[in-house]
């Protein structure tokens, strides 16, 4: 029977208040029950790191299994210089000093590379510039100390090409071309206009602006007495 | 000082900044920033390659044909044009001066520039109490074996008496040929 009238509409009124406040009782119990879980587990969290400081500061894969916990639960070590997290592990300077000196290599090879540095390549650099007794960095630190610098805004960032991965330093719009064209010239260390249009299988316009962009932006060089002509990334490149 | 063949750094790889043969290292480069670069590099492979052959005074035409130009192993020279360009720096940074203003082919290459062979020649002179020199006496006499201005292209010496003339250092004489033109200390 179909109800009509006030009193119709007032009993569905009133289940929806009730399925309401049933509904809102649930997810407060939720998240009361999340709410604890989660202090329970940053104390956790926080005796472990205590108790494995020493671990995390010297063990680079520690130090990453260590952070992705931390960042799955949204605790940041690297937010802040002066909370707890720093003061207990001192990661916030070890990852703030590390994306310093990670900035002054990108700025100082930059004329040589164009602003485009094998990872590896920036880890050997960093490790010879900070010496033996360093505590060791891995490819992950790297990529939290670029992380916590790209907040700056100055355009550090890691982009892959293939199986290679290179930093970026200098802002630049890396389209799906550019990078598709890097990853076909990380095999040999150049590629030719040819080369590329064939493998894969782009218009002769589409080639050309790539490669003139890559010149302009001195990410390749030109080797003229080549036939075809073969464009060069000296990114590619590195000093031993 | 005798001469040994130039060992080049993998050069025309330019090392230290390349690991091997980079090819694109002899053509110019179209890119104003990334050329010059490449200028930068070049001029330090031809200073010191002057350097290792004590090359004091070089034809364009010539050092064109010489390994540090023509670079066999890979197969690349680089064109004339770029030549030229380079030693215009090379004169511009005060590291070259041309011997022929006009047709530009001919270059002194200061790898030490003729203030610093004017201090070598004038401390050598005070240490042995040298008052009177021929030319031909600094470059090529006995008392100057061994050191590093002997052997100096007799033209670079000219120039770089005239360098303590300019300095209140010295006084030019003129004998009946270049080689008895000398310098009497100050």
Same mark, same amino acid.
């Given at each position: 029977m179909r109800q009509r009238g006030i009193a119709g509409i007032q009993r569905a009124q009133a289940q929806k208040t009730h399925f309401e406040r049933v509904g809102s009782e649930l997810s407060q119990q939720q998240l009361a029950q999340l709410k604890q879980q989660l202090s329970v587990f940053k104390e956790n969290l926080e005796s472990f790191s205590i108790k494995y400081r020493n671990e995390i500061r010297s063990n680079p894969q520690f130090r990453a299994h260590f952070q992705s916990m931390c960042a799955s639960i949204g #605790?940041?070590?690297?937010? $802040?210089?002066?909370g707890f997290w720093a003061e207990v592990l001192g990661v916030g300077d070890f990852y703030y000093e590390l994306a310093v000196q990670i900035a002054e290599i990108c700025i100082a090879t930059r004329e040589k590379n164009g602003g485009l540095i094998d990872l590896q390549d920036l880890k050997r650099y960093l490790e010879k510039s900070r010496g033996k007794n360093a505590q060791q960095i891995s490819d992950d630190d790297i990529a939290q100390s670029i992380k916590s610098i790209s907040t700056l805004g100055n355009g550090f960032e890691i982009v892959t090409f293939g199986s290679r991965k290179m930093v970026q %330093? #200098?802002?630049? @719009?890396?389209n799906k071309d550019y990078e598709t064209v890097l990853a076909v010239a990380q095999e040999s260390g150049f590629v030719t206009r040819i080369g590329v249009e064939r493998m894969l299988g782009w218009d002769e316009g589409r080639v050309e602006s790539v490669l003139t962009k890559l010149l302009q932006d001195s990410v390749c060089w030109i080797d003229l007495q080549a036939e075809p002509h073969q464009y060069w990334v000296a990114g590619f490149f590195s000093q031993d | 000082m005798s001469v040994q063949p130039h060992k080049f750094p993998p050069i025309h790889s330019f090392t230290p900044f390349f $690991?091997? $043969? *980079?090819?694109? %290292?002899?053509s110019r480069q179209p890119t104003q920033e990334t050329w010059i670069r490449q200028r930068t590099l070049w001029i330090e492979i031809i200073l010191s390659y002057c350097q290792s052959q004590r090359l *004091?005074? #070089?034809d364009l035409n010539e050092l064109a044909k010489s390994p540090l130009f023509d670079n066999k192993t890979i197969n690349r020279r680089v064109q004339r044009e770029m030549i030229d360009e380079l030693f215009a720096e090379i004169v511009a940074i005060g590291n070259g001066e041309w011997e022929d203003k006009k047709q530009k082919k001919r270059c002194f290459v200061w790898w030490k520039k003729p203030e610093e062979w004017a201090a070598l020649i004038y401390a050598w002179a005070s240490e042995n109490g040298q008052k009177i020199c021929t030319v031909y006496e600094i470059v090529e006499g006995d008392g100057t074996e /061994?050191? @590093?201005?002997? /052997?100096?292209n007799m033209d670079a010496v000219k120039r770089v008496l005239e360098v303590l003339v300019k300095q209140g250092k010295g006084q030019i004489f003129y004998g009946s040929s270049d080689a008895d033109m000398g310098i009497k200390f100050a």
């Amino acid at each position: 029977m179909r109800q009509r009238g006030i009193a119709g509409i007032q009993r569905a009124q009133a289940q929806k208040t009730h399925f309401e406040r049933v509904g809102s009782e649930l997810s407060q119990q939720q998240l009361a029950q999340l709410k604890q879980q989660l202090s329970v587990f940053k104390e956790n969290l926080e005796s472990f790191s205590i108790k494995y400081r020493n671990e995390i500061r010297s063990n680079p894969q520690f130090r990453a299994h260590f952070q992705s916990m931390c960042a799955s639960i949204g #605790v940041d070590p690297l937010a $802040s210089n002066k909370g707890f997290w720093a003061e207990v592990l001192g990661v916030g300077d070890f990852y703030y000093e590390l994306a310093v000196q990670i900035a002054e290599i990108c700025i100082a090879t930059r004329e040589k590379n164009g602003g485009l540095i094998d990872l590896q390549d920036l880890k050997r650099y960093l490790e010879k510039s900070r010496g033996k007794n360093a505590q060791q960095i891995s490819d992950d630190d790297i990529a939290q100390s670029i992380k916590s610098i790209s907040t700056l805004g100055n355009g550090f960032e890691i982009v892959t090409f293939g199986s290679r991965k290179m930093v970026q %330093s #200098v802002p630049r @719009e890396l389209n799906k071309d550019y990078e598709t064209v890097l990853a076909v010239a990380q095999e040999s260390g150049f590629v030719t206009r040819i080369g590329v249009e064939r493998m894969l299988g782009w218009d002769e316009g589409r080639v050309e602006s790539v490669l003139t962009k890559l010149l302009q932006d001195s990410v390749c060089w030109i080797d003229l007495q080549a036939e075809p002509h073969q464009y060069w990334v000296a990114g590619f490149f590195s000093q031993d | 000082m005798s001469v040994q063949p130039h060992k080049f750094p993998p050069i025309h790889s330019f090392t230290p900044f390349f $690991s091997y $043969s *980079f090819c694109p %290292s002899d053509s110019r480069q179209p890119t104003q920033e990334t050329w010059i670069r490449q200028r930068t590099l070049w001029i330090e492979i031809i200073l010191s390659y002057c350097q290792s052959q004590r090359l *004091f005074l #070089v034809d364009l035409n010539e050092l064109a044909k010489s390994p540090l130009f023509d670079n066999k192993t890979i197969n690349r020279r680089v064109q004339r044009e770029m030549i030229d360009e380079l030693f215009a720096e090379i004169v511009a940074i005060g590291n070259g001066e041309w011997e022929d203003k006009k047709q530009k082919k001919r270059c002194f290459v200061w790898w030490k520039k003729p203030e610093e062979w004017a201090a070598l020649i004038y401390a050598w002179a005070s240490e042995n109490g040298q008052k009177i020199c021929t030319v031909y006496e600094i470059v090529e006499g006995d008392g100057t074996e /061994g050191l @590093e201005f002997h /052997g100096l292209n007799m033209d670079a010496v000219k120039r770089v008496l005239e360098v303590l003339v300019k300095q209140g250092k010295g006084q030019i004489f003129y004998g009946s040929s270049d080689a008895d033109m000398g310098i009497k200390f100050a």
